[in-house]
Nanobody, 128 residues
């Protein structure tokens, strides 16, 4: 069993930056791939970023590519999402999730159904 807690959300203006954290407890996530998703009211969750268990592989949704960076520190049992150049359309509740699936080289987990553990979400609001 893994518990995930997101933090670092809040109000940010365009031109600023924000770093979200996903802290795990219960057991180590050092062997688990982790993803970030976001959701706005009335819409399905959107894939944002993926990172492999050892951080060697990352993948991003088209809407955030080049602006957001996912990273992890397995010694701290934490995954991060650095948000640079945020836009108003980035406003959403951001969730982190961990998967128990085996690692497959060259494959990225981008679907909600591929993850087993989810955090409660943290609100990010971007104002112009």
């Amino acid at each position: 069993q893994v518990q995930l807690v997101e933090s670092g959300g809040g109000l940010v203006q365009t031109g600023g930056s924000l770093r979200l954290s996903c802290a795990a407890s219960g057991r180590s996530i050092s062997t688990s791939a982790v993803g970030w998703f976001r959701q706005v009211p009335g819409k399905e969750r959107e894939f944002v970023a993926y990172i492999s268990w050892n951080g060697d592989s990352t993948h991003y949704g088209d809407s955030v590519k080049g602006r957001f960076t996912i990273s992890r520190d397995n010694a701290k049992n934490t995954v991060y999402l650095q948000m640079n150049s945020p836009k108003p359309e980035d406003t959403a509740v951001y969730f982190c999730a961990a998967t128990t699936r085996y690692y497959t080289e060259g494959y990225y987990y981008t679907g909600e159904y591929e993850y087993d553990y989810w955090g409660q979400g943290t609100q990010v609001t971007v104002s112009s």
